[in-house]
């Protein structure tokens, strides 16, 4: 015990450093590493395996809605990426640049990509030709790089990955439906996959994309009251097509420009499910993305058939769960804080008085009940407890956010609720970016987004006292 509680001892709690919890638990759980190049990170097993799960989960979401994955270069030439003039502008400040290759300087500097709307533009001007070559709906999994001067492991980091998907629709209809659709994608995965639930609304035209039209947004709120960008889809019009000669023959013969989209997750998204879910043992994790959801812990196994009777266990479960047995020498007790600590949804102990008895004790991580299950149906057992964990999850994270959540109809009040309890705010906001600037200066809050379920808090903006019909979530944000 006195080693169970060593490891435990090992992670700040959140209530007295909230930072240091998070990079504690991200080290103990072996999630990443840091590397020799500042602001990078090795993914470590566990956490690529987090992401290939997440991975696989909206791969398979995205084809259901006809997207194909491709890959584009990493490389940028500068004439390109000068294309666009508020994209450039946008991302100027975060791009890394190649200037030689082997000994020799290139005549052209290439951007290490940033983001790749100007390669899948160049690529839409060579192929699309005619309505009938329309719509395309292309996807890519990918890293890149942004020179982040401040970074931290899965929330900001100079070299991330993430997929991209990109599009391009004859009509501004099919666009902007295209838009929304994959915002719905996204907030569905993360209310249904990650436990998390989120407020879909569209940025203020101060924090959209840089080149879109419209962004669209789902914030999610951290365990310490503040905001997390979990996923965007933008709306770029024929601004882009229009900057590259991307046109098509319309069904009359007549050229017209396309209309495309871009959206996009990374593995920030992990730095939330930890911020989201996580607790003063280590991380939890939603049973389905755990890479693993329930873990064998057998018990006495030096005593006869107790290692038999967890493999064959093992054997049976992995027929439908991701299941592991850990069968080295190390104690019990350091095994059950151990997984504790990884976020394994489901800790399944099996000893001597446990195969007597033809039964299992399940344990959950989300409560640390202990139930004692038959082993005939321990299938139909461990199945109701994940799916009652995945919505245990769910709803104490809908209740922090709720808790978190506060009103303000002047600035007094606005501000101090900021100060005092952080969180989103929920303020109205007349449209001018002088009053967003102000509110930043301030308070160091910014406007998440426009929720597309407006409230009327009040008729004047929360800043200025000017007449105001947008409601706003604000708040401190990563």
């Not at 997440?54 to 270069?73: C, H, S, W």
């Not at 299941?323 to 102990?349: A, H, N, Q, T």
């Not at 399940?362 to 005939?376: A, P």
């Not at 989103?424 to 910014?446: P, R």
Request: proline share 4%; aromatic share 10%.
């Amino acid at each position: 015990m006195a080693d169970n509680k060593k490891l435990v001892e090992e992670i700040t709690p959140m209530g007295e450093d909230f930072a240091r919890w998070y990079t504690d638990i991200i080290k103990k759980a072996q999630l990443c590493d840091y590397s020799g190049v500042r602001g990078c990170m090795v993914i470590q097993p566990y956490g690529y395996a987090i992401w290939e799960n997440i991975q696989k989960g909206l791969d398979a979401r995205f084809k259901e809605t006809g997207v194909e994955n491709v890959y584009m270069p990493m490389f940028i030439p500068e004439s390109l990426l000068q294309r666009e003039k508020d994209h450039v502008e946008g991302f100027a400040p975060e791009v890394a640049w190649v200037t030689h290759g082997g000994n020799e300087k290139l005549p052209e500097r290439l951007c290490v990509r940033p983001t790749s709307e100007t390669l899948f533009c160049e690529h839409y001007s060579n192929v699309v030709r005619s309505y009938r070559d329309l719509p395309k709906l292309y996807n890519q999994w990918c890293s890149v790089v942004r020179w982040e001067k401040t970074t931290r492991p899965f929330l900001r980091s100079m070299e991330f990955l993430w997929q991209e998907g990109h599009t391009a629709h004859a009509t501004e209809e099919e666009a902007k439906e295209r838009t929304i659709q994959m915002l719905n994608v996204y907030a569905d995965f993360c209310e249904s996959e990650l436990a998390i639930p989120v407020i879909k609304g569209r940025k203020t035209d101060k924090e959209k994309f840089a080149g879109a039209n419209e962004t669209y947004t789902i914030e999610s709120l951290m365990h310490d009251g503040k905001a997390l960008q979990s996923g965007t889809s933008h709306n770029f019009g024929d601004g882009f097509a229009r900057a590259f000669g991307i046109q098509y023959l319309n069904k009359e013969n007549e050229l017209e420009y396309v209309h495309q989209t871009s959206w996009g997750m990374s593995t920030r998204i992990i730095g939330a499910i930890i911020m989201v879910h996580g607790d003063d043992a280590g991380l939890k994790l939603p049973p389905r993305i755990a890479p693993t959801q329930a873990i064998i812990i057998p018990i006495a196994q030096h005593k006869e058939g107790v290692l038999d009777a967890a493999s064959a266990l093992r054997e049976r479960l992995s027929k439908g769960f991701r299941v592991k047995l850990d069968d080295s020498d190390k104690s019990p007790g350091w095994k059950f804080s151990e997984y504790e600590m990884r976020g394994v949804p489901v800790r399944i102990e099996i000893g001597p008085k446990d195969i007597e008895k033809n039964q299992a004790v399940l344990v959950s991580r989300v409560d640390r009940s202990k139930t004692f299950v038959s082993l005939d149906n321990i299938e139909e057992e461990l199945s109701a407890l994940l799916d009652k964990i995945q919505k245990q999850m769910y709803d104490a994270a809908l209740e922090n956010r709720e808790t978190k959540t506060n009103s303000a109809t002047n600035y007094e009040e606005f501000k101090q609720i900021i100060d005092e309890k952080g969180g989103f705010v929920k303020a109205m906001w007349c449209g001018d970016e002088a009053c967003e600037n102000k509110i930043k200066e301030d308070t160091g809050a910014t406007s998440r987004c426009m929720p597309f379920k407006q409230e009327h808090i009040a008729d004047t903006c929360v800043c200025c006292g000017k007449p105001a019909d947008k409601m706003v979530y604000w708040g401190k944000a990563y």
